[in-house]
């Protein structure tokens, strides 16, 4: 059986080089690559995926996952060896069960979409993409079907990102969600709105770029095994675990977007440096969902990041950077401007409060697509309709509506969104357990000390990697399942005290 296992190990591994080199391929795209790049690139790119997915998919892969099941069943379930079988297993028969002309078809067909949409959105012509949308729906909807048993078409596309999460389970958890969100939202935009012109003057790159490396070091980013880039869209990307880089975007005219990015980016890039190094070229390097991933991004930028703690220790530095913009900003206007809230449009610049609303809008939409209960040519109304009501605003255009984010326009329609919401809710909830197991956390904060923290997260998340689902590790950690309360709690706490509400419901 050992034998068995090193084998399955070392296809494992070349499969994960080819990867490791794809992503390197597309970190250079995203940083230094001239524009000349760009054709050979996307071909070097999809012929490493191509031999990446065929190699997953050899049936050579299935019969060693076969003659290793009665293996993987005497061992424990979470032992490194039953994990690594199990995940494998989930991933080759997920790969396997869709046929690689349909694979083919759904790449050509988003690469195509992608690209319009980069054309239609500034022109705000939702017109020239409603088409091509209209076949992303039928290629979604045929890519669940070869996934049959399903309770809800969009469970097997939710399972692509968030493995174990169906519409029922979110459904429930998002009402949920909801219902208590929305007084402390509108009790909230009713008061007179806090003044952020604080965070916008001119704030040189070079200072700003700086002070996000040496904030992030202090939370426990390792420089010797990451580094720090820019790119038009801030994303984190490893090739080994001793190599997990992020990059960042710098506005010069908003403090705030490298700051908070910085500390979101460094969020994920922590969770895969921190990963069992055991595990290396194997699918347990790499965090259970994009839920789970999410929560630690969120938990360092905005359960540390925007916290008043954080700031004790940082504003002084932050001064000293800036003196000529921030010396006569006090450190109470400073911390309402980071959690300033509005009635917005935009999803990525929402605040913490008003967030979940915008993800919400788009897993509702995405459901009716799916279940034939909204046409692709209604979206922009239906789109407009929803903004309206849950937010109060209505975009005056598309390009600041339906067509805002790329998600549907670069993949499939169904499993996208909800991870951003999970991590919201999960990251509360680990965040309050470690609390609970150390109550000295805040003061260590306010010193710019987060090593308590970190170790606690490493050591009950970061370290088992994709061993455990997202429900397991909710409920190993916490005793409890998911659940929106130390979310809903959080939020109460901090926004009552920032804008002198009650927000008990109406
Ligand atoms: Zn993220």
């Given at each position: 059986m050992k034998a068995k296992l090193q084998a399955l190990k070392t296809r494992l591994l070349e499969i994960d080089d080819l990867n490791a080199a794809a992503s390197l391929l597309q970190w250079d795209q995203a940083t230094y690559m001239p524009p000349g790049g760009a054709v050979a690139r996307g071909r070097q790119q999809s012929t490493l995926s191509r031999l990446a997915h065929e190699k997953l998919t050899d049936p050579a892969i299935g019969g060693l996952l076969d003659d290793l099941q009665a293996y993987e069943e005497s061992l424990p379930y979470d032992s490194p060896e039953a994990s690594l079988i199990r995940v494998t297993r989930r991933k080759y028969e997920r790969a396997a069960q869709v046929p690689p002309s349909f694979m083919a078809e759904l790449n050509e067909h988003a690469a195509v979409t992608y690209q319009a949409w980069t054309r239609a959105r500034p022109a705000d012509d939702f017109a020239a993409v409603q088409p091509l949308l209209e076949k992303t729906l039928v290629l979604s909807r045929r890519l669940a079907g070869f996934f049959p048993g399903y309770e809800h078409i969009a469970d097997p596309l939710i399972d692509y990102a968030d493995y174990g999460m169906t519409v029922s389970m979110l459904r429930a958890l998002f009402a949920d969600l909801r219902e208590q969100l929305v007084p402390i939202v509108q009790a909230v935009t009713a008061q007179p709105p806090t003044d952020d012109s604080c965070l916008r003057q001119h704030f040189a790159a070079p200072q700003q770029i700086a002070f996000g490396l040496d904030v992030i070091q202090r939370l426990g980013y390792d420089l010797d095994r990451g580094r720090q880039d820019q790119s038009p869209h801030p994303f984190s990307t490893h090739f080994s675990l001793g190599d997990v880089r992020i990059t960042t975007r710098v506005n010069e005219g908003y403090l705030g977007s490298a700051l908070f990015g910085t500390m979101h980016e460094a969020g994920h890039a922590m969770y895969d440096q921190g990963i069992c190094p055991d595990f290396e070229g194997t699918p347990l390097a790499d965090g259970p969902s994009a839920g789970v991933h999410e929560s630690q991004s969120r938990l360092w930028e905005n359960?540390?990041?925007?916290s008043r703690g954080f700031w004790r220790f940082f504003y002084p530095r932050l001064q000293a950077a800036f003196p000529e913009q921030l010396s006569g900003v006090s450190e109470d206007a400073f911390y309402a401007a980071i959690n300033q809230v509005e009635r917005s449009l935009i999803r990525v610049a929402a605040d913490e409060l008003t967030y979940n609303l915008h993800v919400m809008i788009r897993f509702d939409l995405e459901l009716a697509l799916l279940e034939g209960n909204l046409a692709v040519r209604d979206l922009p109304g239906v789109w407009r309709e929803r903004y309206l009501a849950d937010l109060g605003i209505a975009p005056p255009n598309d390009r600041d509506g339906v067509m805002q984010d790329m998600h549907w326009y670069s993949w499939v329609i169904g499993g996208m969104f909800q991870g951003y919401t999970l991590g919201n809710v999960m990251g509360a909830q680990f965040f309050d357990a470690a609390l609970r197991a150390h109550p000295e956390i805040p003061a260590e904060m306010e010193q710019g000390e987060f090593g308590t923290l970190h170790r606690w997260l490493k050591d009950h998340i970061y370290q088992h990697g994709a061993k455990y689902t997202a429900t397991e590790l909710v409920e190993r950690i916490t005793g409890q399942s998911l659940s929106v309360e130390p979310y809903i709690r959080y939020l109460k706490e901090k926004y009552s005290a920032l804008y002198g509400v009650t927000s008990s419901p109406p």
């Open positions: 359960l540390v990041g925007r």
